[in-house]
C-alpha cells in the first residue's frame, strides 16, 4: 500500500522557519523523482522544489519564488524527504504536498494529504 504522509506543518512568524517531512512507504523511494507542491487559497498549485533519486539525469530544481530560502533533500536509506524552509513570507502559507512521480511504460505519481504552513505575525 502506497503512502506519502507529509509532517511538520504549522504557524511560524514572517522570518522564521520550518521544515516539512515527507516519509514513503510502500513503493521504490529510489526509483521515484520526488517534489513538493503548495497550494495557497484561491489559487492554483504551485511545484515548489523536485529532487531526482540517485543515478538520474536530472537535477534538483526550485520555483523562482523560493530560490535562496528553501532547500529540498532526500534520504534514500530511510525513504523520506524535507524540505527545509527558511525566512518565511506571508506568501508561503499554503498547504503543501509531497508527490512521488516516475514514468516508465506509463505514468505512477503519487500523493500525499498535505501539511498546512501559516505564515502570520
Known amino acids: 500500500q502506497v503512502q506519502l504522509v507529509e509532517s511538520g506543518g504549522g504557524l511560524v512568524q514572517p522570518g522564521g522557519s520550518l521544515r516539512l517531512s515527507c516519509a514513503a512507504s510502500g513503493f521504490t523511494f529510489s526509483s521515484f523523482l520526488m517534489r513538493w507542491y503548495r497550494q495557497a487559497p484561491g489559487k492554483e498549485r504551485e511545484l515548489v522544489a523536485s529532487?531526482?533519486?540517485?543515478?538520474?539525469?536530472?537535477?534538483?530544481t526550485y520555483a523562482d519564488s523560493v530560490k535562496g530560502r528553501f532547500t529540498v533533500s532526500r534520504d534514500d536509506a530511510k525513504n523520506t524527504m524535507t524540505l527545509q524552509m527558511d525566512s518565511l513570507k506571508p506568501e508561503d502559507t499554503a498547504m503543501y504536498y509531497c508527490s512521488a512521480w516516475r514514468r516508465t511504460w506509463h505514468i505512477l505519481e503519487y500523493w500525499g494529504k498535505g501539511a498546512l504552513v501559516t505564515v502570520s505575525s
Open positions: 529532487i531526482p533519486g540517485p543515478g538520474a539525469s536530472s537535477t534538483t
